[in-house]
């Protein structure tokens, strides 16, 4: 293996371009198939962003270096190559090496832009599964019309899902008379299941985003145990969370930005309300008109 010294050279010379072979792949990119495998923490995407987009030093500094660099500790790095499948960090290194001393794409904003597409291209995929499942909308459509059919109906998000519940549980009230938002675990999430299954409630929604929160299996788990269906929008179709399920939608997160992204789960869930306003056009339209009438009465909203 060439000194650190030798290594920046190659890999500076490769950078001018100068020595770039033409039928590697672009670092970038071989980054991004390592690392898009295993599902990562928020701390663990910043090493490996702060490595896609600073491959060619990055891959010659020390453990200490590089914690310094990102802004974590040292453990979170040795942590971080277990994740990716590496012994440890000496051997994450040698891999990263051996990127670095290949051909470049480009310059590090151009890595750095081209990051965020590969996010935008991540998204693009999931709709593109979603949509292949949507070539039989059976499914969505019955469990639109249970929803519909369950008074009261519970929506349950907790943690990094809370936005997504939100999202529905705020649209849902204009076409449903009696929809419950739950937001918190623990007991607040148990009395609101339990109370809700009292009022005569059939079914719950539930949300669940990764990292995937031990609040929301055992609050599933409640709700099963007092007699609430639960469709439950995940990432995976199997795990957990889909085993206590009645019926589980399972589509892709965006996960190459420290956070995740919800744009085939947000599609998921409008088609879920769609369903629920083709189930009783009827009450839909009169909730509808009724919500106009008021948001017009009292200027909810800014005109055009």
Avoid: C
Wanted: hydrophobic fraction near 40%.
């Amino acid at each position: 293996m060439p000194s650190p010294q030798q290594a920046r050279a190659q890999a500076s010379a490769i950078t001018s371009g100068r020595t770039a072979p033409a039928a590697e792949a672009a670092p970038t990119s071989r980054l991004r198939e390592l690392f898009d495998g295993p599902r990562l923490s928020p701390g663990q995407r910043r090493i490996a962003q702060y490595l896609i987009e600073h491959i060619t030093e990055a891959a010659f500094l020390s453990i200490t270096e590089l914690a310094d660099r990102v802004g974590v500790s040292q453990p979170s790095v040795t942590r971080f190559a277990a994740a990716v499948g590496f012994s440890g960090y000496p051997a994450l290194r040698e891999r990263l090496q051996s990127i670095a001393l290949s051909s470049l794409a480009g310059p590090g904003e151009e890595n750095r832009a081209n990051e965020l597409q590969a996010a935008v291209d991540g998204e693009i995929q999931n709709l593109e599964n979603l949509r292949r499942d949507f070539a039989d909308p059976d499914r969505v459509i019955h469990v639109g019309r249970e929803l519909s059919r369950s008074t009261p109906l519970t929506v349950l998000g907790l943690r990094i899902s809370v936005s997504l519940a939100e999202y529905f549980g705020y649209a849902a009230r204009r076409i449903h008379p009696d929809v419950r938002l739950v937001t918190l675990g623990g007991s607040v999430a148990y009395d609101a299941l339990l109370q809700a299954r009292e009022a005569g409630g059939s079914w719950v929604l539930a949300f669940a985003m990764p990292r995937h929160s031990q609040e929301t299996l055992n609050a599933v788990r409640v709700a099963r145990g007092a007699g609430l269906k639960v469709a439950l929008v995940t990432d995976l179709a199997l795990g957990p969370l889909a085993d206590e399920a009645d019926v589980t939608f399972a589509t892709g997160t965006g996960s190459r930005l420290v956070f995740d992204s919800y744009a085939a789960p947000g599609v998921l869930a409008a088609a879920l309300l769609q369903a629920m306003t083709d189930a009783d056009p009827e009450r839909t339209q009169a909730r509808l008109e009724k919500y106009e009438q008021l948001s017009d009465q009292h200027q909810f909203f800014l005109k055009d």
